[in-house]
């Protein structure tokens, strides 16, 4: 068969795995771009499922775990809006009813019979991103050639995610090749942004981010080598946390770039609320996955770590905010963003500080150097086996010919061709930024007040929200941090706004990428977009930042309950 015929016959199969009772006659036109509402009033769901899908992870464990709800009702509620999440952005990849089903009813048999949980996780479902591995799936990663491949082991994740209790039901959409910011891929075709179909959902955990801010899932796990957790977190409107390597197990997925190992990426999750990120955190390093995964670092889960008593306890924090990288200003919407956060950090009683982006030009270039060395190799192996054309655009007005992939964010772009010696070279530089962003870092402890270096840093995820398909060019605000192994936790702020995010008059660009971004900012096509922020913090602070972030939350809560919005 051709690629393309291999490619229907996988479709065919996706779509005959959907029951066909939960698939609605009549879905919204595509001009009908915020489709946020529709699963609430489409009528699938009872008056229970809904209540349950509207549910925080914390609430449903305790609804589980007392028998009020079974693990089948909870499962079968993000099923049926699972599936309207996918026909309204086209989010699934892998859906597994039967298995998933047996799984949950596994569960509830156990509580009955035992009068106890399995685990922290009891009878949650949680959804994947397409490249984890799940015994008897396929993980196809948008490559025609791992069609028809079928795993034969389940991820190490997944033992330990089942082991806890939980019941992995969907796996989620993804880039050909993982190393885009936006979803699409010759198989499974492109995710959409439900807040605006016609914006990118992001990526490359784009499926996840779409699924999630429809809550089709309560809880998921994406990957993030150059901000693909952060970026559709941010887009789609939802919490998401890249974590240091070495918090998660990563053994068992499937990857581009294998061996590729100076900045590796990172399993994390993504959720609608934040005890979300933290139970996951949690549970997954409290099942001490380094006797499973060689390169996990053997770090217990520390409370003293998330009161924050190396912060102050917490108390009267200092935040350095970066308003720009030098590189590219932020749109009006993400400075906006900023700016409400600084407002309520102070009205709480903490300090901010402005964050110079030190050699952030340097470390942009060393990840694009050491991806570069081999990523163009690597993906036309993979494609040739089947034939299929590496993409190189994202935009769907256009195609490779037409548009050239340096101006799309494709990494292969920038393939350098680098000898061993060379690429030596740049991971020696890289290191070297590492030891030099520290001791700026520590430096700071100069300027806070507090007798300590800033606590952590708040930074834009990226210098506009979701924009137009095939337009998220610029992934440098989120790349550094995978180059320093830095921890950092999306929480979203408020949503593009016309009157209060009106575009400014021009400023003096940095650079052509500076002015292209400025002349791409209008309002009205980034209608009802989310906007986010990024908290960092150093490497392996996983427990300090999820315990800022929720303070951080809580002080953007009370400025809008005290406001009625995000102003």
């Known amino acids: 068969m051709s690629w393309k015929e291999v490619i229907a016959e996988k479709q065919k199969r996706q779509l005959a795995s959907i029951p066909q009772e939960w698939t609605l006659a009549s879905l919204p036109s595509r001009d009908h771009l915020d489709v946020t509402a529709f699963p609430d009033s489409c009528g699938l769901l009872t008056p229970t499922e809904l209540e349950i899908t509207s549910s925080e992870v914390d609430g449903l464990l305790s609804r589980l775990a007392n028998g009020e709800w079974t693990s089948v009702e909870v499962t079968t509620a993000f099923y049926k809006r699972a599936i309207i999440a996918h026909q309204l952005t086209n989010c699934l990849t892998e859906i597994f009813v039967e298995r998933a089903l047996a799984k949950a009813a596994e569960r509830d048999t156990y509580l009955k019979q035992t009068g ?89 955990s784009g499926g996840e981010g779409a699924l999630i801010a429809l809550r089709g899932s309560p809880l998921g796990v994406g990957s993030d080598i150059g901000g693909s957790i952060r970026i559709p977190s941010s887009f789609c409107g939802i919490y998401g946390l890249r974590p240091s390597h070495g918090r998660v197990p990563y053994a068992g997925c499937v990857n581009s770039m ?63 905010i970066l308003w720009d990288d030098r590189s590219v200003v932020p749109n009006p919407p ?83 061709g680098l ?97 292209k971004n400025y002349n791409q900012y209008n309002p009205e096509t980034f209608r009802n977009a989310p906007v986010a922020i990024q908290i960092v913090g150093r490497t392996l602070e996983e427990e300090a930042v999820i315990g800022m972030a929720e303070i951080i939350d809580a002080a953007l809560r009370a400025t809008k309950s005290q406001s009625g919005s995000f102003l």
């Open 419 to 515: 000898s061993a010696y060379q690429l030596w070279q740049v991971q020696k530089e890289k290191r070297n930024l590492r030891q030099e962003y520290l001791e700026y870092w520590q430096a700071t402890e100069k300027i806070t007040g507090t007798g300590r270096p800033v606590d952590a840093i708040i930074a834009p995820v990226a210098p506009y929200a979701a924009p137009p398909h095939g337009l998220n060019r610029i992934t440098d605000y989120t790349r550094i941090w995978n180059v320093l192994d830095y921890t950092a936790l999306v929480i979203p702020v408020s949503k593009v706004d016309g009157f209060l995010d009106a575009k400014k008059p021009p400023h003096r660009f940095y650079s052509e990428r500076d002015r």
């Open 258 to 320: 294998e061996g590729q190992d100076s900045i590796m990426s990172v399993l994390g999750p993504m959720s609608n609320s934040l005890s979300g990120l933290k139970y996951l955190m949690k549970a997954v390093v409290g099942a001490k996955s380094w006797y499973r995964d060689p390169l996990v670092i053997p770090k217990a889960w520390s409370e003293e770590e998330y009161e924050l008593v190396n912060h102050g306890n917490g108390k009267s924090l200092c935040f350095g």
């Open 116 to 204: 106890k949980v399995l685990g922290p996780f009891h009878g949650l479902p949680v959804s994947l991103k397409d490249q984890i591995n799940i015994k008897g799936t396929e993980s196809t990663m948008g490559y025609v050639s791992w069609i028809g491949t079928f795993a034969e082991h389940n991820a190490v994740l997944v033992d330990v995610l089942e082991s806890l209790g939980a019941v992995p039901f969907v796996k989620t959409n993804v880039p050909q090749t993982l190393m885009w910011g936006e979803t699409f891929n010759n198989v499974f075709g492109r995710t959409y942004n439900p807040h605006n179909r016609s914006l990118t959902s992001g990526g490359s």
């Open 334 to 416: 993400i400075i906006r963003g900023l700016e409400v956060t600084k407002k309520a950090l102070l009205a709480a009683g903490h300090k901010v500080v402005d964050w110079e982006p030190f050699k952030h030009d340097a470390l942009s270039r060393a990840s694009y150097d050491i991806w570069g060395a081999g990523c163009d190799e690597d993906y036309r192996v993979v494609a040739h086996i089947s034939g299929e054309p590496i993409i190189s655009t994202m935009r769907p007005d256009a195609n490779s010919e037409t548009v050239k992939s340096e101006d799309n964010g494709d990494i292969s772009a920038h393939n350098g």
